[in-house]
């Protein structure tokens, strides 16, 4: 068994998986690992050796406990209750790195990519800016990501966490509780528009007007249902979009750990009675 686990980790070695992937495959080989332990502890039992059997069936059980862990860890976004992690840590002596005193990286992550100070839409009175919440389609979705590759073809946004160092990372993440973005809080799509077609306001964007693409359906401005706006009343116009989401790192027990998630787009409207 031994042989077997410490072959699979030679041969993922060789290929580049991504860190949250690798931990993924390594959870479920040790899985299977787990299972054996158990199966070899009831064979003895069952042959009433006894010291053996109760002997691996302790292990057995002690690493279903670290099994379990791992699966919350690596295969949901929840911390895993019951975890004797720092407990641990604190038994060895072995202590967590901490953000340096004084020195907060939050606004650095934290901040919109704006490839120009205002955007060509205009500008509107914050008091009259409300965000809205955007449904999209796959199709509109697959659309998001080629705006998203549009901009970073053309150095409209960066996807390398700021130049941020994995040990500012791991900071940003002890300081915040949240995901660290690759491309921070998002950037500014250089242009967007809003148009109401049969009843639907349906968001446009892209990286110019020759190249806008359809991303999504207004569904609520603000806390207010677009289905109880009446547009003889009330005009609406898209203030700004947003590109967020993407490649992320959350905080690991081992340092940070890598997912993947698909763009979206956060559009902000202005209204006008």
């Not at 693409?213 to 009343?233: C, F, T």
């Amino acid at each position: 068994m031994f042989t077997f686990l410490d072959a699979v980790n030679q041969y993922l070695g060789y290929i580049n998986f991504s860190p949250k992937l690798k931990n993924r495959i390594y959870t479920i080989v040790g899985g299977l690992a787990n299972f054996y332990l158990f199966y070899v502890a009831v064979k003895f039992l069952k042959n009433h050796i006894w010291l053996q059997g109760v002997g691996f069936l302790v292990a057995a059980t002690v690493l279903l406990y670290f099994l379990f862990l791992n699966i919350v860890y690596y295969f949901t976004e929840r911390r895993a209750p019951f975890d004797i992690s720092p407990k641990v840590e604190k038994l060895f002596g072995i202590k967590p790195r901490q953000a340096a005193a004084g020195v907060s990286i939050k606004p650095v992550i934290d901040d919109i990519q704006n490839p120009r100070q205002i955007p060509l839409d205009g500008f509107y009175d914050p008091k009259h800016v409300l965000p809205a919440k955007l449904n999209s389609s796959e199709l509109e979705l697959k659309n998001i990501d080629m705006i998203a590759h549009d901009m970073l073809t053309n150095e409209l946004m960066t996807d390398n966490y700021a130049g941020l160092s994995e040990h500012d990372l791991l900071n940003y993440l002890q300081q915040s509780r949240k995901p660290a973005y690759a491309i921070c809080a998002g950037a500014l799509i250089p242009h967007f528009s809003l148009k109401l077609e049969a009843g639907n306001y349906v968001a446009y964007a892209g990286i110019n007007q020759a190249h806008l693409l359809r991303v999504g359906i207004i569904e609520r401005v603000g806390l207010q249902s677009i289905r109880s706006i009446n547009p003889q009343r009330v005009q609406l116009f898209a203030a700004a979009a947003i590109m967020v989401g993407g490649n992320s790192k959350i905080n690991g027990r081992a340092g940070t750990v890598d997912q993947e998630q698909p763009y979206r787009i956060q559009m902000r409207i202005a209204f006008k009675r």
